[in-house]
């Protein structure tokens, strides 16, 4: 199996959580020292790779029975400042990857008869947030490309399927929840409640092993009927 992002904070668990449960893993990341102190923490095969070079996804194992297209970066600003290289390589990295991925990688899944896509979308995937403009449409054009993928491979016996996490303790969300205590001059526990846990019934933060957990469920043969889906992992944030 491969996990894109597979040094930060979600791919990391899910290459825990896999590896854990005896697969072989090939954990890609762009972050050179955090590829090889997550792949020596859980036996995974490291290959750094910038995932916006289409030749550096050439060089990637194409024989794995999982895809998990986890690796992502956020930036924020209303779309009139939104610089234009900064829009196209978030899309570069959270669309077109995952689309090349796909191409390299379904053939094989195809001939064995079995295999098992899950996206790491997000809540933006499902509806917006203002100054998120570049990652709102990469997660929806994600949530596109998964159904589209679930409809061409279930005869193949492969299923693609979301995960759409609300906050979630990471790198990510850390840096803004310290970002957003500097410009404002308060606590990060005050930022937390008043951002990020504003909108969901759960008040707390997701573990990352909490979505690597929906992940390797959705890669067991009692799954094989779910596909096409998309599944929040929100504490409740769109059910309000
Ligand atoms: N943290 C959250 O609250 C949250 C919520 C919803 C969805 N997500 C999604 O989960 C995924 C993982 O996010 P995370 O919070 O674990 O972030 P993270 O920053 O902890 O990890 C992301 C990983 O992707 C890697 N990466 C970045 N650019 C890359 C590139 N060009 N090529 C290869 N690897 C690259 C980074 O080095 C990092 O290790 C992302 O797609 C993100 O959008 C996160």
Redesign the pocket.
Known sequence: MLV??G?????RACVRAFAEAGASVHL????ER?TAEAAAESGARPHT????DPAAIDRLPSDVDILVN?????HVAPIPDFPPEMFRTIQT??VTAPFLLLRRVLPGMYERGWGRVVN????HGLRASPHKSAYVAAKHALEGLSKVTALEAAAHGVTSNCID????R????TGQIADQARTRGIGEDAVTDDVFLARTAVKRLIE?EEVAAVAAWLCGDHAAYLTGASIPVDGGWTAA
């Open positions: 894109t992002g040094a930060g904070g979600i791919g890609v990341d762009v972050d955090s790779a910038d995932l916006t986890n690796a992502g970066i956020q990295l959270m790491i979308s997000s809540v996490p609300g906050y979630v990471t790198p990510l969300v990352p």
